[in-house]
């Protein structure tokens, strides 16, 4: 197994993605690629020694030494704030990684995929609706994004105009456009069927979001009839920021 080491990386460039949310692209010389899915853990140190780290997913396929990472700002936080409303190019910081091997798409498979996003858990689903993209990849997509409201809707313009074979749904809990067909509420069994894959299709699952959110759709995808082994889960919960 490849031990992972720090390695350092200087910030290339950055857009803004929400009020709150900030996408980053970083130079990596060395980067040895990455799966769709997996995340790096980023460390920061001060000038008087003081370091801290986060893990963070990443946000798009590989591209030679590039990575990218899309962060949302944690108030109170240690990290975030400094990469969303900080850091500037030429900075620097380290990474390691790529961490994780099981939620992962890989582009070999030709099964139907389901997304479920919760708020920033899209991050890496993204990361897959890009590699799809890149590989000219056959496999349906479906995408099902839940969110508070219309400003907190990352990459909004490229999910506006999904390609051929991609069909996104947002599902919105706080507040939903005037003209919207759905009431604003949570993620409830309807959703997922009228908006997902039937579970005799057997479509890969990707779910990924804040713990409770990821353990209730969990839940409905069970309750619809989808093999626990074909469900698989990515969840954050509060870490410092």
């Known amino acids: 197994m490849r031990r992972l080491t720090w390695r350092p990386v200087t910030l290339a460039g950055s857009r803004e993605e929400t009020a709150t949310a900030r996408t980053l692209l970083f130079d990596v010389p060395g980067w040895p690629g990455h799966l769709p899915g997996q995340h790096v853990d980023v460390r920061l140190t001060a000038e008087d020694g003081y370091s801290t780290q986060r893990s963070y997913s ?111 749904t947002y599902l919105y809990t706080r507040s939903a456009p005037a003209d919207w067909p759905r009431k604003a509420g949570r993620v409830v069994l309807d959703d997922l069927a009228e908006s997902g894959w039937p579970a005799d299709f057997e479509p890969d699952v990707y779910v990924c979001g804040p713990t409770g959110f990821v353990e209730a759709a969990a839940d409905l995808l069970l309750a619809l009839g989808h093999a626990p082994d074909r469900i698989k889960t990515e969840r954050f919960g509060p870490s410092g920021g």
Do not use: C, K, N
């Open 58 to 168: 990443i946000a798009a396929p590989a591209d030679g030494d590039r990575v990218e990472l899309t962060v949302e700002e944690v108030p109170d936080g240690e990290v975030s704030p400094y990469l969303t409303r900080v850091m500037e190019p030429g900075d620097q910081a380290e990474f390691r990684g790529p961490v994780g091997g099981w939620f992962v798409w890989r582009p070999q498979s030709a099964a139907p995929v389901l997304l479920v996003a919760g708020g920033s858990g899209i991050v890496p689903l993204m990361a897959m609706i890009r590699e799809r993209r890149r590989v000219s990849s056959r496999a349906p997509f479906r995408l099902l994004y839940s969110l508070r409201d219309p400003g907190h809707r990352y990459y909004a313009d490229e999910l506006h105009f999904p390609e051929p074979g991609l069909d996104v």
